[in-house]
Every structure is written in structure tokens, then in C-alpha cells.
């Protein structure tokens, strides 16, 4: 347990105004206001409600501004705010099928039903500075007219694998068990998917985004193909019990991805596909992506896979993905730890005492030549008189 360190204040007030001043920078300049960082900065607000696990677009704004622009922390103050709501129920499990698509995307076949919706996105830009967005004087081309709206409910990529009976079947259990709650309950390992894709769901996306890559360089044994990558706003329901029925409360954009792996089968189950799954709240089709990858890897145990690289181990992905857990951690090496040092100093000189002391003294050859100049261990004493103090 690590206890704050008292005395300072006037300097610790200091801090907090030299620290508002740096995010407020030129005051020649227009402040940013949140309308702007929601509409024109979307992909980091999407982050930041994903990490802080908390979906409110005007207070994952807030924290953006506030921390001056540092995900990290804006999802810290996101997820510290989170923690103070009242839980009123939960909703109804969400049916993706039925998602307002903006974007919809298949890798393993050309022609899908319903067909590949591009959306907006950067996997066709060639990532050129646009020096036109320093001053941009004119407003964006309106969109062109949709040439024919979009069904309602476009069915899933997958299911066309799973009508030939190729890739594995994710059917709830017979007993419909209460789904595990990550904000409730301690992790324990081997932990069960509902609780590692609640894990991931809210990890950090650097993380899993390395955790991904290396899995498909070999650390991991999977040969991933993004069967559906989907991106557009759902409509959230809960049951109310004062109605007896489950009614809208509201609507949120949500990224899904379905990534399918090879699967060589065993002594139980024929070759098929298997499935990683990603979702996440806004738009972060990255993080969708590497939290499938991640997803499939952790099921490497639950398939007799050798299980032997880093993506597979539970323990390793699920306790080192939170980056508010690994951020504070890292960061609380900046709190004084001046006992603890010198407690450690004070070994080091012992130890090295003791060595010096079983060390044999070799009698030095005597020379008829001219003696040297002083030797260097006033600059050492000093050194040591340094640290000592």
C-alpha cells in the first residue's frame, strides 16, 4: 500500500495551475470546445468510451479535453466517473444482425447478401498529409444520395458457414446461465469466455493490437481471415418490469468483427473454421480486429491446441490488457520511494564491503619510478558523500 506523501502544497497547487495553463496553451488561440472533439475527433472519443467502458460520447469528450489529449488518462477519469453511476438492470442481449450498418465488410467472400458496404474509412487513402486540412476554407462536398437504402437486418457472414456446418457453433448453454460480471466478481483462471471478451472488450487497444499481430506471425498458431468486419448504430433494450416488456432506451454505434481461423480438428471434432470475436462501442474496426485475434488465441487450450505462446496464456493476456491497471502501476515509480532506495543502497555498500574484505590483497610491485599524481578517489568519496546525503 503506497501512502500519499504530505507536505508540498503550495507547490502541489502550483502544479494544478501550471498543468491548466499547458492544456488551455495560447489563449490567442479559440479553446476547443466539446461539440468539436465529439464531431471531429470520433475515433478518439470511441476509444475512450471502449477503454473507460463507460458509453457516453459527451463525457468521453470531457475527458479528452481535460487530459489534454491523453487516451490513457481520459479513459482513467472515464472509468473513475464509472464507477460512482448507480446499475439499474441490464439490458436484452443485443442482436447484431439488426445493426443501422455505415459500414460492412467481408475478406473471404467477394459477393455477400446485402453486399460490402465501404463506409468511411482510411483503407484507401495513401496516408499523405492533406495540407488542405490546415486551412480549410471551404466547406466538405455533401454527401451523394444512397442509390437504395439498406435492409434492415442484414444477415451474418458467418452464418453462411455455419448453414454447410464449417466452423463451430456458438449456441448459449441449456441452463442459460447469468453472464459473468467483470465489475463484480474477481478473475479466476482458467477464465471462461464470457469473462475474457469482457476483459478485452474494455483492454487497451495498443495491447491487444500486439497480442494480435503476434499470432499471426507465429505466436499462436492461427491463420486468422476477417470473415465480417461491421460498423453502424443499434438499438438497446431492457426488459422493465413495472411494463412487463422490453422497451427501447436508446441507440449506440457499436464495431463487430468476426475473424475465422483453421481448425485441424481432433479425436472429438472434424477440421472447420473457429471464430474470434471483437466488439466494441463507436467506431474501432483496429480494436475489433485485434480482440478477435486475441479472442481465438485464448481458445487455444478449449481446442487441444498447444497453447504455449504469450496470446494463449490467460493469466498473461487478462491481467496486463487494462491499461488503467498497467498506467497506474508504471506511473506510481514517479511517488517517493526514498526509503525504500536507501535501504537498498545501504545493501549494495554492505555486500560490496564484504566482497572487497573476502577479496585476497596482492602486494603491489615496488617501482623506482616517479609516483603518480593523487589518486581519483576524492571524486568517488564524494560521489558516495552525494548519495549518502
Partial sequence: MYVAVKGGERAILNSYRMLDAYRRGDTAVPELTLAQIRQQMPLAVSRVMAEGALYDPQLAALAIKQAAGDVIEAVFLLRAYRSTLPRFGYTQPADTARMRLSRRISSTFKDVPGGQILGPTYDYTQRLLDFSLEDPAEPAAPLAPATQPLPASMPRVTDLLQHDDLIDREAMPPDDPAPFDLTRQPLAFPAGRDARLQNLARADEGFLLSMGYSTQRGYGNTHPFAAEIRYGALEVEMFIEE???????????????????????????PPKFTRGYGLTFGYGERKAMSMALVDRALKAHDLGEAGDAPANDHEFVLYHSDNVEASGFVQHLKLPHYVDFQANLELLRRLRQEQDAARPQ?????????????????????????LSS
Avoid: K, R
Wanted: glycine fraction near 8%; include cysteine.
Fill in 243 to 269: 411494463l412487463g416488456f422490453a422497451a427501447v432506451v436508446g441507440e449506440i454505434e457499436l464495431t463487430e468483427c468476426q475473424m475465422v481461423s483453421q481448425f485441424a480438428g481432433n479425436g472429438h471434432e
Fill in 362 to 386: 596482492v602486494a603491489a610491485a615496488p617501482s623506482s619510478a616517479a609516483p603518480s599524481a593523487a589518486p581519483s578517489a576524492a571524486p568517488a568519496a564524494i560521489a558516495d558523500e552525494a
